[in-house]
Protein backbone atom coordinates (compact mmCIF):
# COMPACT_ATOMS: atom_id res chain seq x y z
CA UNK A 1 0.00 0.00 0.00
CA UNK A 2 1.33 3.37 -1.02
CA UNK A 3 1.57 6.32 1.30
CA UNK A 4 -1.23 8.05 -0.84
CA UNK A 5 -3.41 4.96 -0.36
CA UNK A 6 -2.79 5.14 3.48
CA UNK A 7 -3.82 8.93 3.76
CA UNK A 8 -7.21 7.84 1.50
CA UNK A 9 -8.12 5.37 3.62
CA UNK A 10 -7.57 7.83 6.66
CA UNK A 11 -9.20 10.50 5.12
CA UNK A 12 -12.23 8.00 4.21
CA UNK A 13 -12.62 6.95 7.54
CA UNK A 14 -12.30 10.31 9.28
CA UNK A 15 -14.92 11.16 7.01
CA UNK A 16 -17.13 8.55 7.98
CA UNK A 17 -16.55 9.02 11.68
CA UNK A 18 -17.16 12.72 11.36
CA UNK A 19 -20.02 12.10 9.55
CA UNK A 20 -21.74 9.84 11.90
CA UNK A 21 -21.22 12.48 14.64
CA UNK A 22 -17.82 12.11 15.90
CA UNK A 23 -16.29 15.37 17.42
CA UNK A 24 -12.62 14.48 17.13
CA UNK A 25 -13.33 13.24 13.62
CA UNK A 26 -14.98 16.49 12.79
CA UNK A 27 -11.49 18.41 14.58
CA UNK A 28 -8.97 16.10 12.66
CA UNK A 29 -10.85 16.46 9.63
CA UNK A 30 -10.85 20.26 9.76
CA UNK A 31 -7.33 20.40 10.93
CA UNK A 32 -6.40 18.78 7.75
CA UNK A 33 -8.08 20.53 5.60
CA UNK A 34 -6.95 23.99 7.04
CA UNK A 35 -3.24 22.94 6.63
CA UNK A 36 -3.64 21.92 3.10
CA UNK A 37 -5.71 24.90 2.34
CA UNK A 38 -3.12 27.25 3.98
CA UNK A 39 0.08 25.76 1.82
CA UNK A 40 -2.35 26.35 -1.12
CA UNK A 41 -2.65 29.95 -0.23
CA UNK A 42 1.19 30.13 0.60
CA UNK A 43 1.52 28.96 -2.91
CA UNK A 44 -1.12 31.66 -4.40
CA UNK A 45 0.48 34.45 -2.54
CA UNK A 46 3.66 34.15 -4.12
CA UNK A 47 2.36 35.59 -6.84
CA UNK A 48 2.87 39.34 -7.48
CA UNK A 49 -0.77 40.28 -7.85
CA UNK A 50 -1.61 38.09 -4.36
CA UNK A 51 0.81 39.89 -2.38
CA UNK A 52 -1.69 42.30 -0.97
CA UNK A 53 -3.23 39.42 0.81
CA UNK A 54 -2.35 37.44 3.78
CA UNK A 55 -2.36 33.38 4.17
CA UNK A 56 -4.72 33.52 7.14
CA UNK A 57 -7.24 36.03 5.16
CA UNK A 58 -7.05 33.70 2.34
CA UNK A 59 -7.87 30.54 3.94
CA UNK A 60 -10.32 32.35 6.04
CA UNK A 61 -12.00 33.43 2.28
CA UNK A 62 -11.91 30.26 1.18
CA UNK A 63 -13.33 29.00 4.12
CA UNK A 64 -16.19 30.70 3.81
CA UNK A 65 -16.87 30.47 0.38
CA UNK A 66 -16.82 26.34 0.98
CA UNK A 67 -19.37 27.06 4.14
CA UNK A 68 -21.76 29.13 2.38
CA UNK A 69 -21.71 26.59 -0.30
CA UNK A 70 -22.40 23.74 1.52
Same mark, same amino acid.
Given at each position: ?? #???? =???? @? %????????????????? @?????? %? =? @? %?????????????????????? #? %? $? $? @???? #???
Amino acid at each position: MS #QDDS =RLEW @L %ETLLARACNGDREAENA @LFAYVR %E =R @L %ESIARHMLRRRHFAAFSVSDAV #Q %E $A $A @LRLW #QRW
